[in-house]
């Protein structure tokens, strides 16, 4: 894993994809955190609990999006919407990173997660030379389990009734990819 890791990610605020620009959030954002950030759907399976005015979002943007590195708002190219949001949390201890997104509705089920994702994990083992990235979603919630599945990821296991997340008992699935992994998949 390389030194800083703050500083490589601070050097690549900006990924780009075929459709997708993925870079810090600004705020102009405010309306399109607001259209999927208050969206019970979009809501249903995370941990966040959303936003509710135009307030809560840019406290979101002050306070978290551009306080943390490894945060990227997902700009849609031709629109220049912001769609979403993944963002990075590495553990230098152990050379890995977790992750985490949310997508608007209306952008489910095109790719556009899928493409987001593996330019984050290119980063991550490219840039920031990473041992592993790991994330997990909630049973029910088998579209993310198909975003990291698309990315080379493997299925580790189940924890039953892992986590308590807005009142209810969750089932937490797990996934998970190694350098080694991500180099035979996607070395040149």
């Known amino acids: 894993m390389v030194n800083n890791y703050k500083e490589v990610l601070y ?34 399976h995370l941990e966040w609990e959303g936003v509710k005015t135009a307030d809560e979002a840019m406290k979101g943007i002050t306070d978290y999006y551009w306080s943390t590195p490894g945060i990227f708002a997902i700009e849609h190219r ?14 230098p201890e152990h050379e890995k990173s977790g992750f985490g997104y949310v997508l ?13 994702l593996t330019v984050v994990l290119k980063l991550c083992f490219e840039k920031l030379s990473l041992n592993r990235v790991e994330s997990c979603h909630y049973v029910g919630n088998e579209g993310s389990g198909k975003v990291m599945q698309k990315c080379g990821m493997e299925l580790e296991g ?5 986590l308590k997340v807005k009142g209810k008992f969750k ?9 080694e992994r991500w180099l035979s998949l996607y070395s040149e």
């Open 78 to 91: 031709n629109s220049n919407k912001c769609i979403g949001c993944i963002d990075l949390r590495v553990n």
């Open 171 to 179: 089932d937490v699935v797990r996934y998970g990819i190694t350098k």
């Open 158 to 162: 189940i924890g039953k009734q892992e």
């Open 11 to 44: 050097d690549n605020e900006v990924l780009f994809t075929d459709r997708l620009i993925l870079r810090k959030f600004t705020k102009k954002d405010i309306p399109d955190i607001l259209e999927y950030g208050s969206d019970a759907e979009t809501l249903e």
């Open 104 to 116: 608007n509705k209306a952008y489910w089920n095109r790719g556009y997660m899928t493409e987001a």
